[in-house]
């Protein structure tokens, strides 16, 4: 009953971080840093709090394994499912967010070593010997007073410690898997509390010998199965990353050659592992850069759309590196997608930093900073056996004043045109490496107030006009998307102008409707769209 307690304390936690979690993404797009900072201390106070009540359970059963295990007071608890005969006890619970699983040995020493593998079903957690091996290692289960805890996580309590000013290649999914050896003090030997509470270790948890070494900690590697939880996408199933939480430096990195398989159908992952620890599913943060196309469309008075795709070289199909968020007044959705793990995003209306953070961890990051793309291009360009680098592919941000200007300009008018990407903003050299120009394109058709949603074909340019946009003005151009080499220079006739709005008051009759249009448009959708734009920023990453 007290463990129940206890985790379900773990969840309200998990609650109230969320909560401070939509706090802290109104305070970045607010640009409130003061206020994000103090939000970030109390999270990672949260945090800390969960873990160490995670610990707190854990040193209580091994501190008390011979009562805990062999009391017939079952707490609720799962059968074990230990396959060798005379195997340790183990104990096992799930709840919404959190799976924890705990397996000791309090055997004698004659007894120890002869354990086939460790199954705990109840949470899904199942470690068995590499395949041509009967038994599991030694070190692992074989020594006196082994124990081992499985715990996971559908939430990262890891990355709120990560520094924000700092570029990462790598960030952790919603699957936290924390696989720890533990070693006690010695087999308890009297039923007195009092006297195991006194001892100056009673709330320590202690690793076993050579856990904090990547090398070593085991004779051979074992196999860890897991389920993935329903709301995370794995974007390559074929090779997904396990990564280690490296509490010295505060990122994420790979756990190297894991040797990972999965099974969508059943919604399990296993890899092959020596080294037990902090681990999660992690992705590079820059999977989806370059993206292949974006476009925004007005729906109606107060709703657009905004879809956006990813990178389209990493062999997924279409639909299933697309996302499409529907944006009404100064919230948006997830609109028409057949993901399955991504089925929570389209019930709930939130802000779009909020729901560009939850589909990050389910799979799809379009929140980068300018220093992971330093980091990515360091990585990704290259070349082995050459000096230097190779700068054909590489992530260019534009300056931040063209993108603030241009995501104003297009929020203004989100309404009533449509804007597209362009494919020579990224594929021209002399336009990738300017940060002060950007070129997308703009419908040549407006949708009426109140009328329907505005429909236009992507592949035709005859319904679009291409905007060579810079930092201080913008222009038609001359080019178009289907253009081998596009010809960059102002459309004939056309002069340059301040904004968007000069722009389209010189290319329409009534002017007054274009003024209308800017300043009687739904402000709270033209924010919306704004904040979806610059989180996404598509002119730099697409």
Request: glycine share 6%; net charge negative; with cysteine.
């Amino acid at each position: 009953k007290n463990v129940f307690q206890e985790l379900r304390m773990c969840e309200l936690a998990r609650q109230l971080g969320e909560n401070m979690l939509v706090e802290l993404d109104d305070a970045l797009v607010e640009q409130e840093f003061a206020k994000a900072n103090a939000v970030r201390h109390c999270l990672r106070q949260i945090y800390l709090q969960i873990l160490r009540t995670l610990d707190k359970i854990t040193v209580e059963h091994l501190q008390y394994n011979d009562m805990f295990f062999d009391s017939s007071e079952v707490y609720r608890w799962s059968p074990p499912e230990v396959c060798e005969d005379g195997a340790p006890t183990e104990r096992q619970v799930q709840l919404m967010d959190l799976k924890f699983g705990l397996w000791s040995s309090h055997k004698t020493p004659e007894k120890r070593g002869q354990y086939g593998n460790l199954k705990m079903g109840a949470i899904g957690i199942h470690l068995d010997p590499i395949e041509g091996s009967t038994r599991m290692p030694r070190s692992l289960m074989g020594k006196a007073n082994a124990a081992l805890r499985c715990v996971q996580l559908k939430y990262d309590p890891f990355s709120i410690f990560c520094d924000p000013k700092i570029g990462h290649k790598y960030y952790a999914l919603n699957c936290i898997l924390m696989v720890e050896p533990l070693s006690g003090s010695g087999d308890p030997q009297t039923r007195e509390y009092r006297i195991r509470e006194d001892k100056p270790d009673a709330h320590m948890i202690r690793l076993a010998e050579g856990a904090e070494k990547v090398e070593g900690l085991l004779e051979e590697d074992i196999r860890v199965t897991f389920r993935v939880p329903e709301q995370v996408v794995l974007r390559h199933p074929g090779d997904p990353l396990i990564g280690l939480w490296n509490a010295d430096r505060q990122i994420w990195q790979p756990l190297g050659e894991s040797e990972v398989r999965c099974s969508i159908r059943s919604g399990s992952a296993s890899f092959k592992t020596h080294y037990l620890s902090k681990m999660a599913i992690i992705q590079e943060k820059a999977f989806d850069i370059p993206y292949a196309s974006w476009h925004l469309f007005p729906v109606a008075d107060d709703q657009a759309l905004f879809v956006i795709e990813g990178r389209d070289d990493r062999g997924e199909r279409q639909m299933d590196r697309e996302i499409r968020i529907l944006v009404r007044e100064h919230e948006c959705r997830l609109f028409a997608t057949d993901r399955p793990e991504l089925a929570f995003l389209r019930d709930t209306w939130v802000s779009p930093a909020t729901l560009l953070r939850r589909l990050a961890k389910a799979g799809y990051n379009f929140l980068l900073s300018n220093n992971d793309a330093e980091v990515a291009n360091k990585d990704i360009n290259y070349v082995p056996g050459e000096d230097g680098y190779d700068d054909s592919d590489t992530i260019k941000p534009k300056s931040s004043e063209l993108e603030l200007r241009a995501y104003s300009d297009m929020a203004t008018f989100c309404a009533a045109y449509a804007f597209s990407s362009s494919n020579h903003n990224s594929k021209i050299q002399i336009v990738r490496e300017n940060e002060s120009l950007a070129l997308f394109r703009i419908s040549r058709s407006r949708r009426e107030e109140g009328g329907s949603s505005l429909e236009c074909d992507l592949d035709k340019d005859n319904q679009w006009n291409g905007v060579r946009y810079e930092r201080d003005r913008c222009v038609l151009g001359s080019f178009a998307d289907s253009d081998q080499e596009p010809d960059l220079s102002a459309m004939p006739g056309k002069l340059t102008h301040l904004n968007l709005l000069m722009l389209l008051r010189a290319e329409t009759e009534n002017t007054q409707l274009v003024e209308g249009i800017a300043e009687y448009s739904s402000h709270l959708l033209q924010n919306a769209v704004f904040q979806l734009l610059a989180l996404t920023r598509p002119l730099s990453w697409g």
